[in-house]
């Protein structure tokens, strides 16, 4: 009895370019990266920021963080250029140009 084929096509393509291309397509790139600085901001900021973070949203390539703490938000005015590097390098590239601490 013979084997059932395995179904190729000359056109085929993984998972991970159908996904790049869709993206690509849609021009979904920028929104997948502020979701991305959004949801990385306990991971590269720590958890002791995060606890006194209200909300984090990205807006045409700002980054606005509303705070708890005044004194923490006079700290990180102090340094939001560094801010601004540490995010860009965790989503490999530079999505965010100003942070903007409210």
């Not at 084997?3 to 291309?21: F, V, Y």
């Not at 920021?49 to 984090?56: D, F, G, H, R």
Request: aromatic content about 4%; charged content about 25%.
């Amino acid at each position: 009895m013979k084997k059932p084929s395995s179904p190729t096509r000359s056109g085929d393509i993984s998972l991970k370019e159908g996904l790049e291309t869709l993206v690509r397509t849609y021009r979904l790139q920028g929104k997948l990266n502020e979701v991305t600085v959004v949801s990385s901001w306990e991971r590269v900021m720590g958890k002791a920021v995060a606890l006194k973070t209200q909300e984090v949203y990205v807006n045409q390539g700002r980054l606005f963080v509303r705070l708890t703490s005044a004194p923490l938000k006079h700290e990180l005015l102090m340094a939001k250029t560094r801010v601004a590097e540490l995010i860009n390098a965790e989503v490999g590239e530079t999505v965010i140009k100003e942070v903007i601490f409210l």
